[in-house]
């Protein structure tokens, strides 16, 4: 049996005995992926809980279980660690680590070293978020957007939410230089931009929002934080400060953020649903440069989040139109899925499920976002259930059943061993109805007048909180038992081989399973497209050892 | 641990070889990604600059007046001690490619003589602001108080001590660059053959330069027409 | 491999040039009134930038990446901009704004909304 990635690696810094330093200063962009996907799952089941303690909460009208107060601080623990230390760095950072470098033929990223450091300017960062917990002040309550002037005058501890998630904001963009860097010089011979395979140009495309779109809430995090020691008046009305130019500078990050957060999402579908369908991708091209024009219009709306917020007239119509468009290339790629399904052999394996229901999922959450797109429906839409709704069905139903589907997809790949298949199935058909029944009922509260970030509520809303809650609870079972099972597959799986799911793209051609320290045996060449089927079977075959075609 | 390097060679179907560009020793890697992060730079001080631009064109006269206060006689100093030592980086990492190592060196040790005497002149020039009782935190800029000047100005001196002190930042970060450089080519990992930390600390020193280029006349020379104390 | 003395001219040409630049900056103020030399100022920064990219940051010969990426960190710079001209430009709220109140007649804040702790 030959070594895999698990049994050696590269440290940052000498060489050290023990293993568990050797993981701890591991240069390998399989165990930085690895070592990233753990913190953020005990994250994620942190933000997890909160969410359902306030479900807990909102069960009936009135005061349960904790007070206002504390329901602001829940909720902004929730969005805080859901965007910055869960989904913002969640798919490039595990799956980007893990799968891009293996996919375009490279033995590690561009910069390692660089890769390792980021990792712990990540952990450090989140250690910042976590620490204001224990601090006197208590945790922020200003929502994760920290809106001025509000997150200027509380008493909570702002200031070490805004340098961590300034922290963490540096991290994001050294993972899209890594990134960007790796895809532009690594690739391996013959492999042209049209050649790669799709997750490779979600990456591509969301390593660019992070580059450009993250220095400026740095700055803005930076500038609320002189506010709040200096009094600089930036973004204070009682100094002639615009508090409205916060959440501009604000949203022209964060909005972009949102395609950073889907794009590799995309890609993750891009790549699942030809292997299952075992047919060639649906307009390659189209898929590709959408991702690419997503990123790019992604840019220029960010104004639509600002419509009740004082802005003129005019600014509003131009970024309610743009904002119609990014539905077109988000169209296109749905279009071409299904195109690619429509008569392609189709094995519903579990992450064809996850990607399948994805589509559903997914498509009411972005036609929900073009009706809040138009400017006179928001003023009616804005801050209500409808708008939570909404972005929990683009970013759970969209984001993270992707995320899920990636790691039902890339299990084997990582461990080398297959996970229970049947039990993974109750647990998507767990979530799938869990997801829903805790979502849609939001969409009518919210359409008839609920507001946001209440933990209180008229009565006449409480059956749609009720569904809410039973939803919840079926989906944090789900959530709970599809953990089990990876943990189960893990430990217990049947072994197999490098190819169980008969996929195509080069992630797939490892000489062991799981793959060895540093990747391919040798670099292959690449003369082919990344998802050429012929009659349900792949085209290419490599011979492992010397990684020459012999098809 | 790059100097060994030996690239990987992939074969085609055809039987030809091609060379496979590896992580280590990737030159154009290495400037490529400095330019990427330099980009960073330029949009966060771009998103100051939008903030400044905002703010005087609510308050076109209040900025006049304000920024005519500043010394521009030392802001003027600054500028041209910036622009001789990004003229000295340059050159050393022009006797670095050529092979003179001695000399690189030589050029770089000017260049920190020259940061810290940029960092002194501001150091002055703060203090006597603070002596006119304008810097952050003082009543002349909190709203409400006798001593309270005009929303433009507080905006204006706010904006000011934010940009000039993040990048008085960036100038310290780069000495600490140049002399981590210094301590990496006596220790011989970089040299005129491997020498990308060089060139892309040059870069930085560059892009710090630059964005001075345009911090300079920002603040400095808005007022300058209208007369003004400038500074005394 | 590299030509030294040309290259070392190059760094001197460019020297001096930035030099007179910073000199005509200076200058600008006599030919402008009070708070309208802004665009010239920009303007005059704009080469200066221009000549430290392409000698001292080697620009020049470079490969079309580089310069593409700061092609397009100028659109959106010049999108950014564009669209605050546009909103402050058609602000309709100016009237129940507070944060442009006049400041100079009574030289004391009238408007002093939320108190700010610290």
Same mark, same amino acid.
């Given at each position: 049996m030959s070594k895999s990635y698990f049994d050696e690696t590269h440290c940052a810094i000498g060489h050290p005995k023990s293993t568990f330093m050797q993981w701890m200063l591991t240069v390998d962009h399989k165990r930085i992926g690895l070592m990233y996907a753990a913190v953020m799952f005990t994250f994620f089941f942190i933000a997890v809980s909160t969410a359902l303690l306030m479900r807990f909460e909102l069960f009936a009208p009135g005061q349960q279980f904790i007070d206002g107060d504390t329901f602001n601080q829940a909720f902004t623990l929730h969005g805080v660690i859901m965007i910055f230390l869960f989904i913002v760095p969640g798919i490039p950072a595990v799956f980007g680590n893990i799968v891009m470098p293996l996919m375009i033929g490279a033995k590690d990223v561009s910069f390692p070293r660089l890769n390792w450091f980021t990792f712990w300017l990540y952990i450090f960062g989140s250690a910042i978020a976590i620490a204001s917990l224990f601090t006197d002040a208590g945790f922020a309550d200003t929502g994760w957007t920290f809106y001025a002037p509000y997150s200027l005058n509380t008493g909570t501890n702002v200031i070490f939410t805004l340098v961590a998630a300034f922290v963490l904001g540096m991290a994001s963009i050294l993972t899209g230089l890594n990134f960007l860097v790796t895809i532009h010089r690594l690739r391996a011979p013959g492999m042209t931009f049209f050649k790669m395979p799709l997750f490779v140009w979600g990456i591509y495309a969301t390593a660019w929002i992070q580059l450009l779109a993250t220095p400026v809430v740095g700055i803005t995090l930076i500038l609320a934080i002189m506010e709040k020691y200096f009094g600089i008046g930036i973004f204070d009305p009682s100094k002639g400060g615009d508090p409205v130019l916060f959440e501009h500078l604000f949203w022209i990050y964060s909005h972009p953020a949102v395609y950073l957060m889907i794009l590799p999402a995309f890609g993750i579908m891009s790549e699942i649903i030809p292997v299952f369908s075992r047919r060639e991708i649906f307009g390659y091209r189209t898929i590709a440069l959408s991702s690419a024009s997503i990123a790019g219009i992604g840019y220029l709306v960010w104004g639509h989040h600002l419509y009740t917020s004082g802005m003129a007239d005019i600014a509003k119509t131009v970024f309610s139109l743009l904002t119609f468009f990014v539905a077109i290339p988000t169209g296109i790629k749905f279009y071409d899925w299904i195109a690619t399904m429509y008569k392609g052999k189709i094995v519903l394996s579990t992450p064809m499920l996850w990607a399948m229901g994805t589509i559903i999922t997914f498509a009411i959450g972005g036609l929900t976002g073009v009706t809040i797109a138009m400017i006179g429906v928001d003023i009616h839409l804005q801050d209500t259930y409808y708008t939570v709704a909404h972005f929990h069905y683009a970013m759970l139903g969209g984001v993270v059943f992707l995320f899920f589907a990636g790691m039902h997809y890339w299990f084997p790949l990582v461990t080398g061993k297959m996970y229970d298949e049947p039990k993974a199935k109750i647990a998507f058909y767990m979530q799938f109805v869990g997801f829903n029944l805790l979502w849609f009922p939001m969409f009518i509260a919210g359409f008839l007048g609920m507001p946001r970030r209440y933990f209180d509520y008229l009565p006449e809303f409480q059956i749609y909180h009720q569904f809410s809650f039973f939803g919840a609870l079926l989906f944090v079972a789900g959530l709970v038992f599809m953990f089990w099972v990876f943990y189960k597959g893990w430990t217990k799986g049947e072994k197999v081989g490098p190819n169980p799911w008969h996929a195509t793209t080069l992630e797939w051609h490892m000489p062991t399973s799981p793959p060895p320290l540093e990747n391919h045996s040798k670099v292959p060449y690449v003369d082919f497209d990344p998802y050429e089927y012929h009659h349900g079977e792949p085209v290419v075959k490599f011979d492992y050892e010397t990684m020459r075609r012999i098809d | 641990m790059a100097h060994e390097y030996i690239p990987e060679i992939s074969t085609d179907r055809d039987g030809t070889e091609h060379v496979v560009q590896g992580w280590q020793d990737d030159f154009y890697g290495g400037k490529l990604g400095f330019w990427l992060f330099m980009f960073t730079e330029v949009l966060m001080f771009g998103?100051? &600059? $939008?903030?400044?631009?905002?703010?005087?064109? $609510?308050?076109?006269? +209040? &900025?006049?007046?304000?920024?005519?206060?500043?010394?521009?006689?030392? !802001?003027?100093?600054? %500028?041209?001690?910036?622009?001789?030592?990004?003229? %000295?980086?340059?050159?050393?990492?022009?006797?670095?490619?050529?092979? +003179?190592?001695?000399?690189?060196?030589?050029?770089?040790?000017?260049?920190? #003589?020259?940061?810290?005497? *940029?960092?002194?002149?501001?150091?002055?020039?703060?203090?006597?602001?603070?002596? /006119?009782?304008? *810097?952050?935190?003082? +009543?002349?800029?909190?709203?409400?108080?006798?001593?309270?000047?005009?929303?433009?100005? #507080?905006? *204006? *001196?706010?904006?000011?001590?934010?940009?000039?002190?993040?990048?008085? &930042?960036?100038?310290? =970060? !780069?000495?600490?660059?140049?002399?981590?450089? $210094?301590?990496?080519?006596?220790?011989?990992?970089?040299?005129?053959?491997? /020498?990308?930390?060089?060139?892309?600390?040059?870069?930085?020193? +560059?892009?710090?330069?630059? =964005?001075?280029?345009?911090?300079?006349?920002? &603040?400095?020379? =808005?007022?300058?027409?209208s007369g003004g104390t400038g500074g005394h | 491999m590299i030509d030294y003395k040309s290259e070392r001219v190059m760094y001197y040409k460019v020297l001096v040039g930035l030099l007179l630049l910073t000199a005509v900056t200076f200058g600008l103020p006599y030919i402008f009134e009070a708070g309208a030399d802004l665009p010239a100022q920009m303007f005059i920064a704009v080469i200066k930038a221009w000549l430290i990219l392409m000698f001292y940051m080697h620009l020049k010969g470079e490969k079309l990446i580089s310069v593409m990426g700061i092609f397009s960190l100028m659109i959106v710079l010049v999108f950014f901009i564009i669209v605050l001209v546009v909103d402050v430009a058609n602000f309709q709220f100016k009237d129940e704004s507070h944060i442009t109140a006049p400041q100079h007649t009574t030289g004391v804040t009238k408007h002093v909304t939320v108190p700010v702790k610290h």
């Open positions: - | 998103a100051m &600059f $939008l903030v400044l631009t905002y703010y005087k064109m $609510l308050h076109p006269a +209040d &900025f006049v007046a304000a920024s005519a206060s500043l010394n521009r006689f030392l !802001g003027g100093t600054n %500028t041209v001690i910036l622009l001789v030592s990004a003229l %000295t980086m340059g050159l050393s990492l022009l006797k670095m490619r050529a092979g +003179d190592v001695k000399g690189a060196k030589l050029m770089i040790w000017a260049t920190i #003589i020259l940061a810290l005497m *940029f960092l002194s002149i501001k150091a002055v020039e703060w203090t006597a602001e603070y002596n /006119h009782g304008v *810097f952050l935190g003082l +009543d002349a800029l909190q709203s409400g108080n006798p001593h309270s000047k005009p929303f433009g100005e #507080i905006l *204006f *001196f706010g904006m000011y001590f934010t940009m000039t002190g993040i990048h008085g &930042f960036h100038i310290i =970060i !780069g000495i600490g660059l140049m002399v981590w450089l $210094l301590k990496r080519i006596n220790a011989g990992k970089v040299s005129p053959e491997h /020498h990308i930390l060089h060139w892309n600390i040059a870069l930085y020193w +560059d892009i710090v330069h630059l =964005i001075w280029v345009f911090v300079f006349p920002y &603040f400095y020379m =808005i007022g300058a027409a | -």
